[in-house]
């Protein structure tokens, strides 16, 4: 019975709350702070997830109704409001071109020079907001693995110390601490982790949400410059 005892009041002295509230000052810092720092990561990972899910849907539905439409500029008085990376596109170009088709004079070569500046202006503007947390993600998983590392050398200079003070080399002596190291360890790849992955994957959604709008506007850019050879 003893024995099991013995067992039980050590898992219960390892469990992650008994690690946390047994840490020094600076090790508990480390372990606030990653976990601050995860609770970040998943914030910013669920809320990018369902962003760029709407964002998909609202380009396909654009595309569907941009390949029906019949008249550009009664299409673009029906979109022109709309909260979405490709109608902003869309409205640079035809802003533009009623500026530069506005005069008498039509200079045909800078028209379309400054149609394509001013969709890809817009596509840039759209891709840098899609990503603006992404970069979150980028520090968290970068700087997090050291953060962790900081706080497991802490706890192995704390047992190290015990130790000493101590005169006693025995687990009891030394496990608390290098328990606390390693559960800082821990806690850092465990914020690290998800934001690696989550931006590398986002990266590469963002990466086709850009394609797509370069498409676009590649494909808008040949519309207008079929359109410009008729005009006066």
Known sequence: MDVFANLNTEAATLSPVALFLQADWVVKGVMIGLLLASIWTWAIIIGFALRMGKTRRRIDQFE??????????????????????????????????????????????GTRERLATAMGATVAAEVDKLADRLNWLATIGAVAPFVGLFGTVWG?????????????????????????????????????????????????????????????????????????????
């Open 64 to 109: 569907d109704e941009y390949r029906d439409a019949d008249d550009m500029d009664e299409f673009h008085r029906r979109v022109a409001g709309r909260d979405t990376p490709i109608a902003r596109v869309f409205s640079a170009g035809v802003t533009e071109w009623r500026r530069s088709t506005s005069g008498k004079g039509i200079d045909r070569e």
């Open 156 to 232: 192995i200079m704390r047992s190290f110390t015990s130790i000493a003070a101590e005169q006693n080399s025995s687990l009891a002596v030394v496990a608390p601490g290098i328990a606390e190291a390693l559960f800082a360890t821990a806690i850092g790849l465990f914020a690290a982790i998800p934001a690696v992955i989550a931006y590398n994957r986002f990266s590469h959604r963002v990466n086709k949400v850009e394609a797509r709008l370069n498409r676009f506007a590649d494909g808008f850019h040949a519309t207008l410059s079929r359109r410009l050879e008729n005009e006066g």
